[in-house]
């Protein structure tokens, strides 16, 4: 697609409950990353990941959260058992080449993520 | 990672230039400044970088000091689209620096008509 497209825009949950919130980075971008931003705050990193290596999960606040990248594209960030501190706006940004210095992290416009 | 620095807020007339300051006097030798800005209830969007020559693209120019201890992002003709929270951010360039993609509390540009 044109740009980085992440569903749903808005999600309320209950607490305890799992969520997943997906992302669709722009096609041929192979490093695709997770942030967070909580109301007010700047980025939070949460995960990187780069083509077909292991991603950078050192971001990850708990062993609640875990996401996947299947077939190099799509990704899921899973949240389990939702905690009200959980409530954010979790963006997801991809890149083309990250080695090289001209590359940048294109974002999509989040999912906004409210824990009742 | 070097720490930056920005005014919290700052005004600009339509049609007039906007420069927002920063300072990151502790920058690394091998550290880039990053602008980035985020429109309300957008992702954030890439503006432009720099090592220590000045820069210019289609939407800003920066301009970064001599001795790389502060940078400004220039504006040449705000207009209100531009009013936005803009982050500045110190970061080495290239693989693995996906963790200092960390933003700040940045400087709310409000462009007044």
């Known amino acids: 697609g044109a740009g980085v497209s992440q569903s749903p825009s808005n999600k309320v949950t209950e607490k305890g409950k799992d969520v997943e919130l997906r992302c669709d980075p722009i096609s041929g971008h192979t490093a695709l990353y997770w942030y967070r931003q909580s109301l007010g705050q700047g980025l939070e990193f949460l995960i990187y990941f780069q083509g077909n290596s292991a991603p950078d999960k050192s971001g990850l606040p708990s062993d609640r959260f875990s996401a996947e990248r299947t077939g190099g594209s799509v990704s899921t960030l899973t949240i389990q058992r939702t905690q009200q501190e959980d409530s954010a706006v979790y963006l997801c940004?991809?890149?083309?080449?990250?080695?090289?210095?001209?590359?940048?992290?294109?974002f999509g416009q989040g999912t906004r993520l409210t824990v009742v | 990672d070097a720490k930056t620095t920005q005014p919290t807020s700052m005004d600009c007339a339509e049609g007039r230039a906007a420069n927002l300051p920063c300072n990151h006097s502790t920058i690394s030798g091998n550290e880039y400044v990053y602008w980035y800005r985020q429109i309300h209830s957008q992702g954030p969007q890439y503006i432009i970088h720099g090592l220590k020559n000045n820069e210019t693209n289609e939407m800003a120019s920066l301009i970064i000091t001599e001795d790389r201890k502060s940078s400004t992002l220039i504006l040449p003709h705000a207009t209100l689209r531009d009013t936005a929270v803009y982050y500045c951010i110190v970061r080495v360039a290239g693989y693995g620096s996906a963790r200092q993609l960390t933003f700040g509390s940045g400087t709310q540009l409000t462009v007044l008509p």
């Open positions: 940004a991809s890149s083309l080449a990250p080695r090289t210095e001209m590359t940048e992290a294109f």
